[in-house]
């Protein structure tokens, strides 16, 4: 394990320092442009038309879709690909099947022997790395994938795939310096990954301009479109044991609840998606019994797995909530979401990307009654906390800023509150990090 760690760590570091990364330098690591991974994916002899691919876009819920997908597939007895973004500790966490990053020795060939290629193309991070997942997939023999987009949907580079679905998730307000200023522009580059011919679900609770376009390119290439039912699916109570909690699901028509390790309130609008996937690929000759939706559903944060999406873990007699939720529509589904919550959340820890919209996503939370840890994670990126705790106090936020995230995590873990963990993915990883490195 430790030349594991140690492989995984120096290839990272190489990726870091020899190419642009979306998390470190913002939208100059972005290509507006398919040229780039092609050339990339022809170097690998296409590897992703060797196995079937469901592709996932939108603003909020593609993480958790895929999540779904990919664990309901297992449960199905298929030897599935997850292909994420962005990771939480080591690249390799975008690449997974059946759950399991590559190992250390397929990772060190692999670059080794593409490294150059790599570097001659030019090539972003992601790039690099979704050429990887797609290879992997490939190499691994899996029997379908789940390939998540990474920011857009037209430019981006798994965008290189032909899929049997196309999904989009719900569209919102993010990434509006890349994507455009209105919902009818960011839904136009979502909608980028409709193909020709190929069926399209689309996720309930779509802004009527969003929908309007994806009806419209779906129309154009002669894609059958699905709509997912609004409201087919409602949350419902509460289920724990002495390590985490689960949610249950009433769905319509169906006898028992679906039970959950994914716990939001929004989970209804991920899981209405994800059952009208699971329809379309019945319809295609897949084997998908209702047990194994069951199972799926059950353990797809376990399965995939998939960190920091109403994520509960207890420590001693406290209960940490981590969230990944950024932006205003991800706040506003976290406000309804912590009414209904199994317990009561004294303590906040918050922490920002600079160029997101935080005064908006601040105000869709509502304001915090309790303490608040301001905090940053180490990334160019992140907003200082001196900053934050400046935009935040006249909003109704509270309370100290620290250095660092491991800091507040540590000073929050001294109160014994209950506390939520959120406002960027690597806050999440990073207060997780600090956690995982406890004695306990």
Same mark, same amino acid.
């Given at each position: 394990?430790?030349?594991?760690?140690?492989?995984?760590?120096?290839?990272?570091?190489?990726?870091?320092?020899?190419?642009?990364?979306?998390?470190?330098?913002?939208?100059?690591?972005?290509?507006?442009?398919?040229?780039?991974?092609?050339?990339?994916?022809?170097?690998?002899?296409?590897?992703?038309?060797?196995?079937?691919?469901?592709?996932?876009?939108?603003?909020?819920?593609?993480?958790?879709?895929?999540?779904?997908?990919?664990?309901?597939?297992?449960?199905?007895?298929?030897?599935?690909?997850?292909?994420?973004?962005?990771? =939480?500790?080591?690249?390799?966490?975008?690449?997974?099947?059946?759950?399991?990053?590559?190992?250390?020795?397929?990772?060190?060939?692999?670059?080794?022997?593409?490294?150059?290629?790599?570097?001659?193309?030019?090539?972003?991070?992601?790039?690099?790395? +979704?050429?990887?997942? =797609?290879?992997?997939?490939?190499?691994?023999?899996?029997?379908?994938? &789940?390939?998540?987009? @990474?920011?857009?949907?037209? #430019?981006?580079?798994?965008?290189?795939?032909?899929?049997?679905?196309?999904?989009?998730?719900?569209?919102? #307000?993010?990434?509006?310096?890349?994507? $455009?200023?209105?919902?009818?522009?960011?839904?136009?580059?979502?909608?980028?990954?409709?193909?020709?011919?190929?069926?399209?679900?689309?996720?309930?609770?779509?802004?009527?301009?969003?929908?309007?376009?994806?009806?419209?390119?779906?129309?154009?290439?002669?894609?059958?479109?699905?709509?997912?039912?609004?409201?087919?699916?409602?949350?419902?109570?509460?289920?724990?044991?002495?390590?985490?909690?689960?949610?249950?699901?009433?769905?319509?028509? #169906?006898?028992?609840?679906?039970?959950?390790?994914?716990?939001?309130?929004?989970?209804? &609008?991920?899981?209405?998606?994800? =059952?009208?996937?699971?329809?379309?690929?019945?319809?295609?000759?897949?084997?998908?019994?209702?047990? !194994?939706?069951?199972? @799926?559903?059950?353990?797809?944060?376990?399965?995939?797995?998939?960190? @920091?999406?109403?994520?509960?873990?207890?420590?001693?007699?406290?209960?940490?909530?981590?969230? &990944? /939720?950024?932006?205003?529509?991800?706040?506003?589904?976290?406000?309804?979401?912590?009414?209904?919550?199994? +317990?009561?959340?004294?303590?906040?820890?918050?922490?920002?990307?600079?160029?997101?919209?935080?005064?908006?996503?601040?105000?869709?939370? $509502?304001?915090?009654?309790?303490?608040?840890?301001? %905090?940053?994670?180490?990334?160019?990126? !992140?907003?200082?906390?001196?900053?934050?705790?400046?935009?935040?106090?006249?909003?109704?936020?509270?309370?100290?800023?620290?250095?660092?995230? *491991?800091? %507040?995590?540590?000073?929050?873990?001294?109160?014994?509150?209950? /506390? =939520?963990?959120?406002?960027?993915?690597?806050?999440?990883? *990073?207060?997780?990090?600090?956690?995982?490195?406890?004695?306990?």
């Amino acid at each position: 394990m430790y030349f594991c760690a140690v492989t995984i760590e120096a290839w990272q570091n190489w990726l870091y320092e020899r190419l642009t990364a979306y998390e470190r330098s913002g939208r100059k690591a972005l290509h507006p442009t398919l040229a780039f991974m092609q050339a990339w994916d022809t170097c690998l002899g296409h590897p992703h038309r060797r196995y079937p691919i469901l592709h996932v876009a939108g603003t909020n819920g593609k993480g958790s879709v895929s999540a779904y997908l990919a664990a309901i597939l297992q449960a199905a007895g298929y030897r599935v690909g997850l292909h994420t973004s962005p990771h =939480l500790w080591h690249f390799t966490e975008r690449m997974r099947v059946q759950g399991h990053e590559p190992p250390a020795e397929w990772v060190d060939a692999f670059l080794s022997r593409w490294k150059d290629t790599i570097v001659e193309l030019n090539l972003s991070f992601f790039e690099a790395t +979704v050429g990887m997942s =797609l290879a992997y997939f490939a190499e691994a023999s899996v029997d379908i994938a &789940v390939v998540e987009v @990474g920011l857009g949907g037209r #430019w981006d580079a798994t965008n290189v795939v032909l899929p049997e679905v196309a999904i989009l998730t719900p569209i919102g #307000w993010d990434h509006v310096e890349i994507l $455009g200023p209105t919902l009818r522009d960011i839904a136009r580059e979502k909608a980028g990954i409709i193909k020709t011919g190929r069926p399209v679900v689309v996720s309930p609770g779509q802004p009527p301009e969003a929908l309007e376009v994806f009806q419209a390119v779906a129309q154009d290439r002669q894609a059958p479109l699905y709509l997912a039912p609004e409201g087919a699916i409602q949350p419902l109570g509460w289920v724990s044991d002495e390590k985490t909690f689960y949610r249950t699901f009433a769905v319509e028509g #169906w006898a028992e609840p679906l039970v959950s390790d994914l716990t939001g309130d929004y989970q209804a &609008v991920n899981l209405a998606t994800v =059952l009208k996937v699971v329809d379309v690929l019945r319809g295609q000759g897949w084997r998908i019994p209702e047990e !194994a939706v069951r199972a @799926g559903v059950q353990e797809a944060g376990r399965r995939a797995p998939l960190y @920091g999406r109403g994520q509960w873990v207890r420590v001693g007699s406290s209960w940490f909530l981590f969230d &990944v /939720a950024h932006n205003p529509p991800g706040f506003a589904a976290l406000r309804q979401f912590l009414k209904q919550a199994p +317990v009561t959340l004294q303590a906040l820890l918050l922490g920002f990307s600079r160029e997101k919209d935080v005064r908006g996503t601040l105000q869709a939370l $509502g304001g915090w009654p309790g303490p608040v840890f301001f %905090a940053a994670a180490q990334t160019p990126r !992140a907003l200082p906390p001196h900053q934050l705790q400046r935009i935040a106090e006249p909003l109704g936020y509270h309370g100290s800023a620290f250095p660092s995230v *491991e800091a %507040a995590f540590r000073a929050l873990l001294e109160t014994g509150q209950n /506390a =939520l963990i959120t406002g960027s993915v690597f806050v999440v990883a *990073e207060a997780l990090r600090t956690l995982r490195a406890l004695p306990h």
